[in-house]
């Protein structure tokens, strides 16, 4: 570990790197100093992204975009360069690692605490997407191709059902006539993006509650992170991925199905506050299709969970053998329960 924080300008010596956050993704350590100073080391998961140089070059690129329009350090994230100038280094196994500068004093939830923590995380989302209207989309590097294709994602789940590599499929025949009693619907954004009924935008891609850091003390949004995915989507993906995550009433692999529900006044609450920060600049369908994308999103997510579990768990950092399973059920729980409350949803939306 040292090694590799020894090529980047960090400012005092490292005295330890801890494992740090909850992401699926990335191996991420708290890198303290004797300065005192911190920073936050990622190792890129290279298999899921398959072009790091590509991916560094996005976010160097948009972080200086949302620096030049905010100077405050604890409003974006801000990458340590290596000695020689570059956004990340490769060790001598081909992994590849970047560094943070910590943001200090703030929180990731992985539920909301209070409905104002999930306002504020719907304002900083909003407030994100404006940001990046004026970025030019076409030099971002799409970093996993066909990542919010819904119905790419069912022929995935089919050819991994297909295979059944090992030998799970005979035990989730409910979870797959789930997925496939709603494969017919699953296209209809992608079909609206086609026909050129919805615009491509710079989004986040995966706007999950823990993606946001807020203040720990005003509850207030320093900083939205994660950024391995920024590319051209669309709105009501990530408008959508935020309820999946945030506007469901357990966590993401909770166990206990019955405590599994999609609430209202959290969904309520994210309209308002995502709205508030860029409605105005949405166009009608756009706003119309935001409760589609919830549905379409947590249907995706777990269509993915399903896919990884079928494949033998290679995606997802997994903790337990049933992991992806669980997850994947509390998706599927969701997305039923919002075809239950679909009127209330898109009555929701300000016309
Ligand atoms: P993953 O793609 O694996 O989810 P993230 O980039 O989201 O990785 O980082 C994982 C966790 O590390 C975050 O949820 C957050 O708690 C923490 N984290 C990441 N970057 C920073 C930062 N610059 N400052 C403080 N905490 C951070
Ligand atoms: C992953 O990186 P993380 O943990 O924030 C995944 C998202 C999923 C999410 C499900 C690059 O997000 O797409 O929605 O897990 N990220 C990638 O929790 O696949
Ligand atoms: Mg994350």
């Not at 920024?230 to 935020?242: C, E, H, T, W, Y």
């Not at 729980?333 to 016309?351: F, G, R, S």
């Amino acid at each position: 570990m040292h090694e590799i924080l020894s090529r980047f300008r960090l400012e005092g010596t490292p005295v330890s790197a801890e494992p740090y956050g909850s992401g699926h993704i990335n191996i991420t350590r708290l890198v303290c100093t004797d300065a005192p100073h911190r920073y936050i080391l990622q190792r890129v998961n290279r298999h899921i992204f398959r072009d790091v140089p590509a991916l560094m070059e996005n976010i160097h690129a948009v972080t200086r975009h949302l620096a030049a329009k905010d100077p405050d350090p604890r409003h974006v994230l801000t990458l340590v360069l290596t000695h020689e100038g570059a956004p990340y280094a490769m060790d001598a196994e081909g992994e590849y690692w970047r560094v943070y500068e910590y943001v200090g004093g703030g929180i990731c939830l992985n539920r909301a605490e209070t409905t104002d923590d999930f306002y504020q995380s719907a304002v900083a989302f909003g407030h994100f997407q404006m940001q990046l209207a004026d970025f030019p989309a076409r030099t971002l590097h799409e970093t996993i191709a066909r990542f919010h294709d819904t119905p790419a994602r069912f022929e995935a789940l089919h050819a991994a059902a297909d295979a059944d590599v090992v030998g799970r499929r005979a035990g989730v025949a409910e979870e797959l006539a789930f997925a496939y009693a709603r494969e017919a619907g699953a296209g209809e954004l992608m079909r609206l993006l086609r026909a050129g009924r919805l615009p491509l935008r710079v989004t986040h891609n995966d706007t999950k509650l823990n993606n946001v850091i807020l203040d720990e003390v005003t509850r207030t949004p320093l900083c939205v992170i994660d950024l391995d995915t920024v590319m051209p989507g669309l709105v009501a993906n990530d408008f959508g991925d935020s309820i999946r995550f945030g506007a469901s009433t357990a966590l993401e692999d909770e166990k206990d199905l019955s405590c599994v529900r999609l609430s209202l006044p959290l969904y309520e609450t994210y309209v308002r506050g995502f709205l508030g920060a860029c409605g105005d600049h949405l166009t009608p369908l756009e706003r119309e299709t935001l409760p589609l994308g919830a549905k379409l999103i947590t249907l995706e997510n777990g269509v993915r969970f399903l896919t990884d579990y079928l494949d033998g768990d290679h995606y997802y950092a997994v903790h337990r053998p049933e992991h992806n399973l669980d997850r994947c059920r509390t998706q599927f729980q969701l997305v039923a329960d919002m075809e239950t409350h679909w009127a209330e949803m898109n009555a929701a939306i300000p016309k």
